[in-house]
């Protein structure tokens, strides 16, 4: 008997690109699952056009009122799914995604290994297939978060745009910080900092480069917007601030120093300045409190997620191209 997924695909006005997701789960190989799609703060009108989805008796839509970003809607979705006592994997997915139809079949075959409670599938180009976006997420010397594009480096989780995660893993993060997904980030690095608290509670993570996801974000600049790299550098002083002891940010503060001097540079010919400045000072501001959320345990084995290099390959050759 297989087991049941439930899919979370949260919608945020592309309504185009998330008629094609679902409807790619829909076409999946893989049947057991049920599907929620939150409507993240969309109008009426978004949900009436994906009603035509919902005939399927897999296919649930929830509305929230409110833009809850990544982490609030996947929230909802995610408790929504777990509602269902049969569910033994969630599998949260962006809305511009399409999934090979072999895809879920072989993240769950990936997740049977022993302690494996999240999965990473291989994400390429929408539009560029031939163009790897990640296989997950890696951390540097100095704890800052990176595609992992090399699976010669060592995973520390999966990226949110793909990720299948263990239901008793979900739960236990939830007995322990009362959360899945810390809605203080609103969006981004929510990802990271879920899968380290997962680590932290002895958990691990695993790829599967057979099982493609196609992600229309592959398109996208290096830089970013302003919205996107505010947040990713405001967070990350959060994520920092939860989940690393304060010895071991010490010994190694020489690589995360060395590493933001490098990304400051870059943004300082940036027209994303402001917003990288921006999103570092807030940041900061919040250590405090973002320190009364640390919980669980401390111990694990950084060698075990951090990976030994200063720079993944991939950005190096970018850099030097210029």
């Known amino acids: 008997m297989t087991s049941k997924i439930g899919i979370v695909i949260l919608h945020y006005n592309n309504i185009s690109a998330t008629r094609w997701c679902i409807w790619s789960c829909l076409k999946n190989e893989y049947t057991n699952f049920n599907l929620v799609v ?22 649930s839509i929830v509305q929230s009122l409110e833009n809850k970003g990544y982490a609030g809607g ?18 949260v997915l962006n809305n511009d995604s399409v999934l090979h139809p072999q895809a879920l079949s072989l993240l769950i ?27 997950g997420l890696q951390l540097n010397k100095g704890w800052f978060p990176f595609l992992r594009k090399d699976r010669n480096e060592i995973l520390m989780c999966p990226s949110g745009a793909a990720a299948l995660y263990r239901r008793d893993m979900l739960e236990r993060l939830y007995s322990i910080d ?9 969006c981004y690095n929510e990802d ?9 509670a002895g958990f691990l993570a695993s790829d599967c480069v057979l099982a493609t ?6 398109g996208a600049t290096s830089v970013g917007s302003g919205f996107v790299v505010y947040h990713s550098f405001r967070n990350l002083w959060w994520m920092w601030a939860k989940n690393i002891k304060k010895e071991d940010f010490i010994n190694t503060l020489g690589w995360t120093f060395l590493t933001l001097l490098v990304i400051a540079v870059r943004y300082s010919f ?26 669980g345990e401390f111990s694990t084995d950084r060698k075990l997620f951090v990976s030994s290099v200063f720079l993944p390959k991939y950005v190096v050759k970018k850099d030097k191209k210029g």
């Not at 990271?192 to 932290?200: E, K, P, T, V």
């Not at 940036?270 to 009364?292: C, E, M, P, Y």
Request: glycine content about 8%.
């Open 109 to 135: 075959g990936a997740a049977q290994e022993k302690n494996v409670a999240m999965v990473a599938p291989r994400i390429v180009g929408l539009e560029y297939p031939h163009c790897l976006e990640s296989i």
């Open 38 to 59: 939150v409507c993240n703060g969309t109008p009426e009108e978004d949900r009436e056009s994906l009603q035509d989805l919902a005939l399927d008796p897999r296919v």
């Open 178 to 186: 009362g959360y899945y997904f810390d809605e203080d980030f609103f």
């Open 270 to 295: 940036s027209v994303r300045f402001v917003d990288f400045w921006k999103g570092l000072i807030h940041g900061i501001k919040g250590i405090k409190k973002a320190k009364t959320r640390r919980k």
């Open 213 to 218: 996801v196609y992600h229309e974000w592959s």
């Open 192 to 200: 990271l900092d879920l899968g380290w608290r997962a680590r932290r």
């Open 74 to 91: 996947m929230n909802i979705g995610i408790s929504k799914a777990l509602e269902d006592s049969l569910v033994e994997y969630v599998f």
